[in-house]
């Protein structure tokens, strides 16, 4: 990381610490801004954090690795998952499930190499009564098709610009 | 008040009697905490102070409990569930460590359902615990190995890894860590973290994935480890323990062109009884000697000598110091000072106070002195090329085999010192050599080193370096005998194992200065009336207590000098000690360090004949001249607190 950006990062940091208080209470806050902000919670940004709230590092580490909702690694500009408790299950989860993977040319627990899309499994997201469903970032989908796949799928796309729209997530670099 | 409880209960729960909140856990009246609450313990009353934990008031009546994450050192965990029991009335089975008694209980310890349930804990352990005994650091002083055996465990219930699945972190020049024989106790967690404030260790993952590790999983080398070892000292198994070189000095003990020499401290005498099966508080240094020359080393010095060469050295540097800061005016002088004998503390300075570098003492501990000593003025006494000399050093310390590393430590143009061996290695040793310590007859330590003082033998205990120093500091500054100032030159006020300790001495006047530093001042007039002001912290936790309380311009701040031990109790509680370790076994060996400067004749460091010896015919320009700046003080390196 360059200077400057590590700098930058420290800034918004400390902002984001003297808003939220420095004690440890505060940690999980600040992570998830930090999470919001740059999709992923660097090394670098740990030590801030650790460094500003008085904890160690390693503490913010063991928080980060405990959540399904940090990364430490970056991971794509859209991050689906879907359900895979028993009542998605039931519902249909298998067809959604291959239709993604169809469509994405990535496996769950992958990122496209583009960066764009992350397919992950979650646990229960509370919408056992309208399987399957899926949240795409914070945004959930319920009684998701093999269908409906394509139109969540596009509507992500149009996000990246007119072009990206019809082209398929290649994987040649 | 048991009854009260349950009225409360019946008025507001909605829930079925077998999910109820239990009715213990919650005191009807404030006031009763720390009242006598009475509970039942397999058939035995106890009255015990309320609050008091299951575990405690079952062995304040002999009632065994079995446990694994629990240590007396540390926070209550309660993660391993080994020492669960039965309580009357409740559904599930508790974790005695964790349970605190508020209300009157009938306990059972030992019922068909809990030592099953502790069976099927220790099964689930082992199936995680790679297993290999025999060629384990901790094989017959392990206590999973131990509670395996105490619950009878003959085959594996729920399987057993039947090869190694992670790689093991063998970077550190002190800490290894096998992760395939961690059970995840987190005894090395909250070591890390409460007991010593330095933060290396954490779980990370979350259920089945849950691993302890560090920052970003970064080999221990680049992480900021102190390399003080507590963690292994606390660690129930072998997933960590000690860099260890008993192959090198073997080899070297077995070269008949080296010529090997060991020296000992204090601290790992007073305690290596411990892994012959005697009770902790049993120095043999006598005996050791004679084990040591069966082994085949070829001398035998004794560390303390060099611990007296750091008292003088270090003690100039604190006089130095003060005549500039106080006679001279100069403001820029570093004040207090802190003592740099501990590489535990050093290494922790170096990451989280890199701006107070400038106080440290740039004296090197004894050990590296004595290494310089040895390869230079012993090297040219004995007729011996230094190249052919091999150094160990028995220390109490894991930290120290990281100090002997250090690039800087290299002043007598060799490896200063070659080998740091810990307490436990050495009792390895001298156990392979076929050697009974306990009984081996007493023999003393070789020349031209022989003789030490009371000043040192100290140096193993929190306080013992301020001492030794103000022993010397006092005599020299005042002409008066140390004994008329404290009874018997036992300065107790520095002694004890409070966290952090301060103490003031009045210089009540001045005498003649000694012909060893008269090329330094020219009287003590300056000094006459002052009020020495000093403080001692052992542990790293305290040591941060007294680093923020100077950081913010507190009370520490106008201290001359401090103390500083990386450990819990000092070198006595040092990571390369007999394990187990408590605040009992602590104390026993301190009273044995204490009893041992006692049987000393010279109890002062400045009159040890081989100090004085060799400042007369080696250092000939003095402490703090140019000589020993180069062989016997050293730089450190700021490392700050981010890692890359």
Redesign the interface.
């Known amino acids: 990381m360059l200077v400057t950006e590590r700098e930058r990062l420290r800034e918004e940091i400390t902002a984001l610490a003297d808003r939220h208080g420095r004690q440890r209470s505060a940690l999980i806050p600040i992570l998830q801004e930090i999470q919001r902000g740059h999709l992923q919670i660097s090394?670098?940004a740990?030590?801030v954090v650790a460094?500003l709230l008085d904890?160690?590092?390693?503490?913010v580490?063991?928080v980060v690795?405990?959540y399904s909702f940090l990364d430490?690694k970056p991971k794509g500009r859209f991050i689906i998952r879907l359900c895979r408790t028993i009542s998605c299950d039931m519902a249909g989860k298998a067809a959604v499930a291959r239709q993604l993977e169809n469509d994405l040319g990535i496996g769950f627990g992958e990122t496209t190499p583009c960066g764009r899309f992350t397919l992950e499994w979650a646990n229960c997201i509370g919408m056992c009564d309208q399987g399957p469903a899926l949240l795409v970032n914070d945004q959930v989908h319920a009684r998701v098709t093999p269908e409906k796949v394509h139109e969540i799928l596009a509507a992500c796309r149009r996000v990246f610009g007119i072009y990206a729209q019809e082209q398929k997530e290649e994987h040649a670099v | 008040m048991a009854e009260n409880n349950r009225k409360l209960d019946d008025d507001t729960s909605r829930a079925p009697v077998s999910q109820r909140g239990h009715t213990v856990a919650r005191v009807a009246d404030t006031a009763d905490i720390g009242a006598l609450v009475s509970v039942n313990i397999d058939g035995q009353d106890v009255k015990v102070p309320m609050g008091t934990t299951i575990l405690e008031a079952a062995r304040r009546i002999g009632v065994r409990i079995p446990t694994l994450c629990w240590h007396e050192d540390l926070c209550i965990a309660g993660v391993c569930r080994v020492c669960v029991v039965e309580i009357e009335g409740q559904r599930t089975l508790q974790a005695s460590c964790a349970y605190p008694i508020t209300a009157p209980l009938k306990v059972k310890t030992h019922t068909r359902k809990v030592r099953q349930a502790r069976r099927h804990i220790i099964d689930l352990m082992l199936s995680e615990h790679y297993g290999e005994c025999y060629s384990c650091a901790r094989n017959n002083n392990c206590q999973l190995q131990a509670l395996a055996q105490e619950y009878g465990v003959d085959f594996f219930r729920f399987g057993h890894p039947a090869a190694p699945r992670h790689e093991m972190d063998l970077s550190s020049h002190s800490v290894l860590r096998d992760m395939n024989k961690c059970v995840l106790c987190r005894r090395c967690v909250r070591t890390c973290i409460d007991l010593q404030e330095v933060g290396v260790l954490e779980a990370v993952g979350r259920g089945d994935q849950t691993r302890i590790a560090t920052f970003m999983d970064k080999p221990l080398k680049d992480v900021i480890c102190i390399n003080c070892g507590q963690c292994i000292n606390r660690c129930p198994t072998g997933a960590l323990r000690a860099n260890d070189p008993t192959d090198e000095v073997w080899a070297a003990i077995d070269d008949p062109n080296k010529h090997v020499i060991i020296q000992t401290a204090p601290a790992p005498r007073a305690a290596i009884g411990e892994c012959f099966d005697l009770e902790p508080g049993h120095a043999l240094t006598f005996e050791m000697n004679t084990a040591l020359r069966l082994c085949g080393f070829d001398k035998v010095f004794d560390t303390n000598f060099s611990a007296d060469l750091t008292i003088i050295e270090e003690g100039t540097e604190l006089i130095l110091r003060l005549y500039k800061a106080l006679v001279e005016q100069d403001k820029s002088v570093a004040l207090p000072q802190f003592t740099s004998c501990s590489p535990g503390w050093v290494k922790y300075l170096e990451h989280f106070y890199p701006e107070y570098i400038p106080n440290v003492s740039s004296a090197k501990s004894p050990q590296q002195m004595f290494g310089a000593v040895i390869k230079t003025y012993y090297a040219k006494l004995s007729g011996i090329d230094p190249k052919d000399i091999v150094t160990v050093a028995l220390m109490p310390c894991s930290a120290k085999k990281f100090e002997c590393n250090r690039p800087e430590m290299c002043d007598s143009g060799f490896k200063d010192i070659d080998y740091g061996l810990t307490t436990r290695e050495l009792a390895k040793m001298i156990r392979e050599a076929g050697v009974d310590l306990p009984r081996m007859p007493k023999s003393d330590f070789d020349d031209p080193f022989g003789t030490a003082t009371g000043s040192g033998v100290i140096f193993g205990a929190t306080g013992g370096v301020m001492e030794a120093a103000l022993r010397t500091v006092i005599e020299i500054v005042t002409g008066l005998k140390v004994e008329n100032v404290f009874a018997n030159a036992d300065i107790t006020p520095v002694r004890g194992f409070d966290g952090v300790r301060v103490v003031e001495i009045k210089v009540p006047q001045s005498g003649p200065v000694p012909a060893m530093f008269k090329h330094l001042v020219k009287d003590w007039k300056w000094l006459e009336g002052a009020t020495l002001k000093v403080a001692i912290a052992h542990g790293t936790a305290n040591a941060k207590k007294v680093m923020e309380n100077i950081k913010s311009g507190g009370e520490l701040a106008q201290c001359h000098f401090i103390e500083f031990m990386g450990c819990p109790g000092g070198c006595l509680g040092g990571g390369g000690q007999p394990i187990p370790t408590s605040p009992e076994i602590r104390a026993a060996r301190a009273r044995a360090i204490y009893s041992e400067d006692q049987a000393y004749a010279v109890r002062k460091s400045h009159e040890n004949p081989a100090v004085l010896k060799l400042y007369k015919e080696f250092l000939t320009d003095g402490p703090c001249g140019h000589l020993s700046h180069k062989l016997l003080h050293t730089h450190y390196t700021p490392r700050g607190k981010y890692i890359a």
């Open positions: 090394d670098y740990m030590q460094d904890i160690h590092p390693v503490e580490f063991s690795s405990f430490e």
